[in-house]
């Protein structure tokens, strides 16, 4: 159960726009369009911000959008605002003992 | 509302023994995906464990063989109970609901999260 592997951290200045990426295999991230994203504030409960690569759910800003390519799938948050900095997690189903695989969380920063 | 609450952390020794429970609101669990999901002091997001709403169960290898995932559909509530329990073990403990009736579009309900403090 190798966990999917995400940058520790990315910062940006607000207005700008940052990627974080997440990469895994060809038996999660790579064989499927199931990757989700998660915003995470210290002390509050996850959001989902991303389902199915690129399918944002109800509420969440279009700011956020996600993509993949390969085994690797992105997450863009476009206008940085000081409201995202938080932990960023992306999941995808997999074909391993386990049906779903955490990436290891990435640290956004707004300078 | 559609809500979850978790309840049943605290302090427990190692060797120990805990219950977890997540009461839903204005949904239905044992028609849903539902997995606990953890995160130790300092530490990212770890998936525990999940049961589909056929009732097939998956753990994590780090829970494995010591977390049994279940649920109550009178009271419509998701259990974790945990046994042999240790300090890395220790974390606060959300529970959620995966959208759409599967386990492929994400989580899209959380609770606040219990915490569980494994120490002597």
């Known amino acids: 159960q190798s966990a999917l592997t995400q940058p520790a951290s990315v910062s940006g200045s607000p207005g700008q726009s940052i990627t974080l990426s997440c990469t895994g295999t060809?038996?999660?991230?790579?064989?499927?369009?199931?990757v989700s994203w998660y915003q995470h504030h210290p002390g509050r409960a996850p959001k989902l911000m991303i389902y199915?690569?690129?399918n944002r759910p109800s509420g969440v800003s279009n700011r956020f959008s996600g993509s993949k390519s390969g085994n690797t799938a992105s997450l863009t948050i476009s206008g940085l605002q000081a409201e995202d900095e938080a932990d960023y997690y992306c999941?995808?189903?997999?074909?391993?003992?386990?049906?779903?695989?955490f990436g290891g969380g990435t640290k956004v920063t707004v300078l | 509302e559609v809500r979850l609450v978790e309840s049943g952390g605290g302090l427990i020794q190692p060797g120990g023994s805990l219950r977890l429970s997540c009461a839903a609101s204005?949904?239905?669990?044992?028609?849903?995906?539902m997995s606990w999901v953890r995160q130790a002091p300092g530490k990212g997001l770890e998936w525990v464990s999940i049961i589909y709403s056929d009732g097939n169960t998956y753990y994590a290898d780090s829970v494995k063989g010591r977390f049994t995932i279940s649920r109550d559909d009178s009271k419509n509530t998701l259990y974790l109970q945990m046994n042999n329990l240790r300090a890395e073990d220790t974390a606060v403990y959300f529970c959620?609901?995966?959208?759409?009736?599967?386990?492929?579009?994400?989580?899209?309900?959380w609770g606040q999260g219990t915490t569980v403090t494994v120490s002597s």
């Open positions: 999941t995808s189903y997999t074909t391993s003992s386990t049906p779903v695989l």
């Open positions: 959620a609901r995966f959208r759409n009736l599967g386990v492929t579009q994400g989580m899209d309900v």
């Open positions: 060809s038996s999660d991230i790579g064989g499927y369009n199931y």
């Open positions: 199915k690569v690129n």
């Open positions: 204005e949904f239905t669990v044992s028609s849903s995906y």
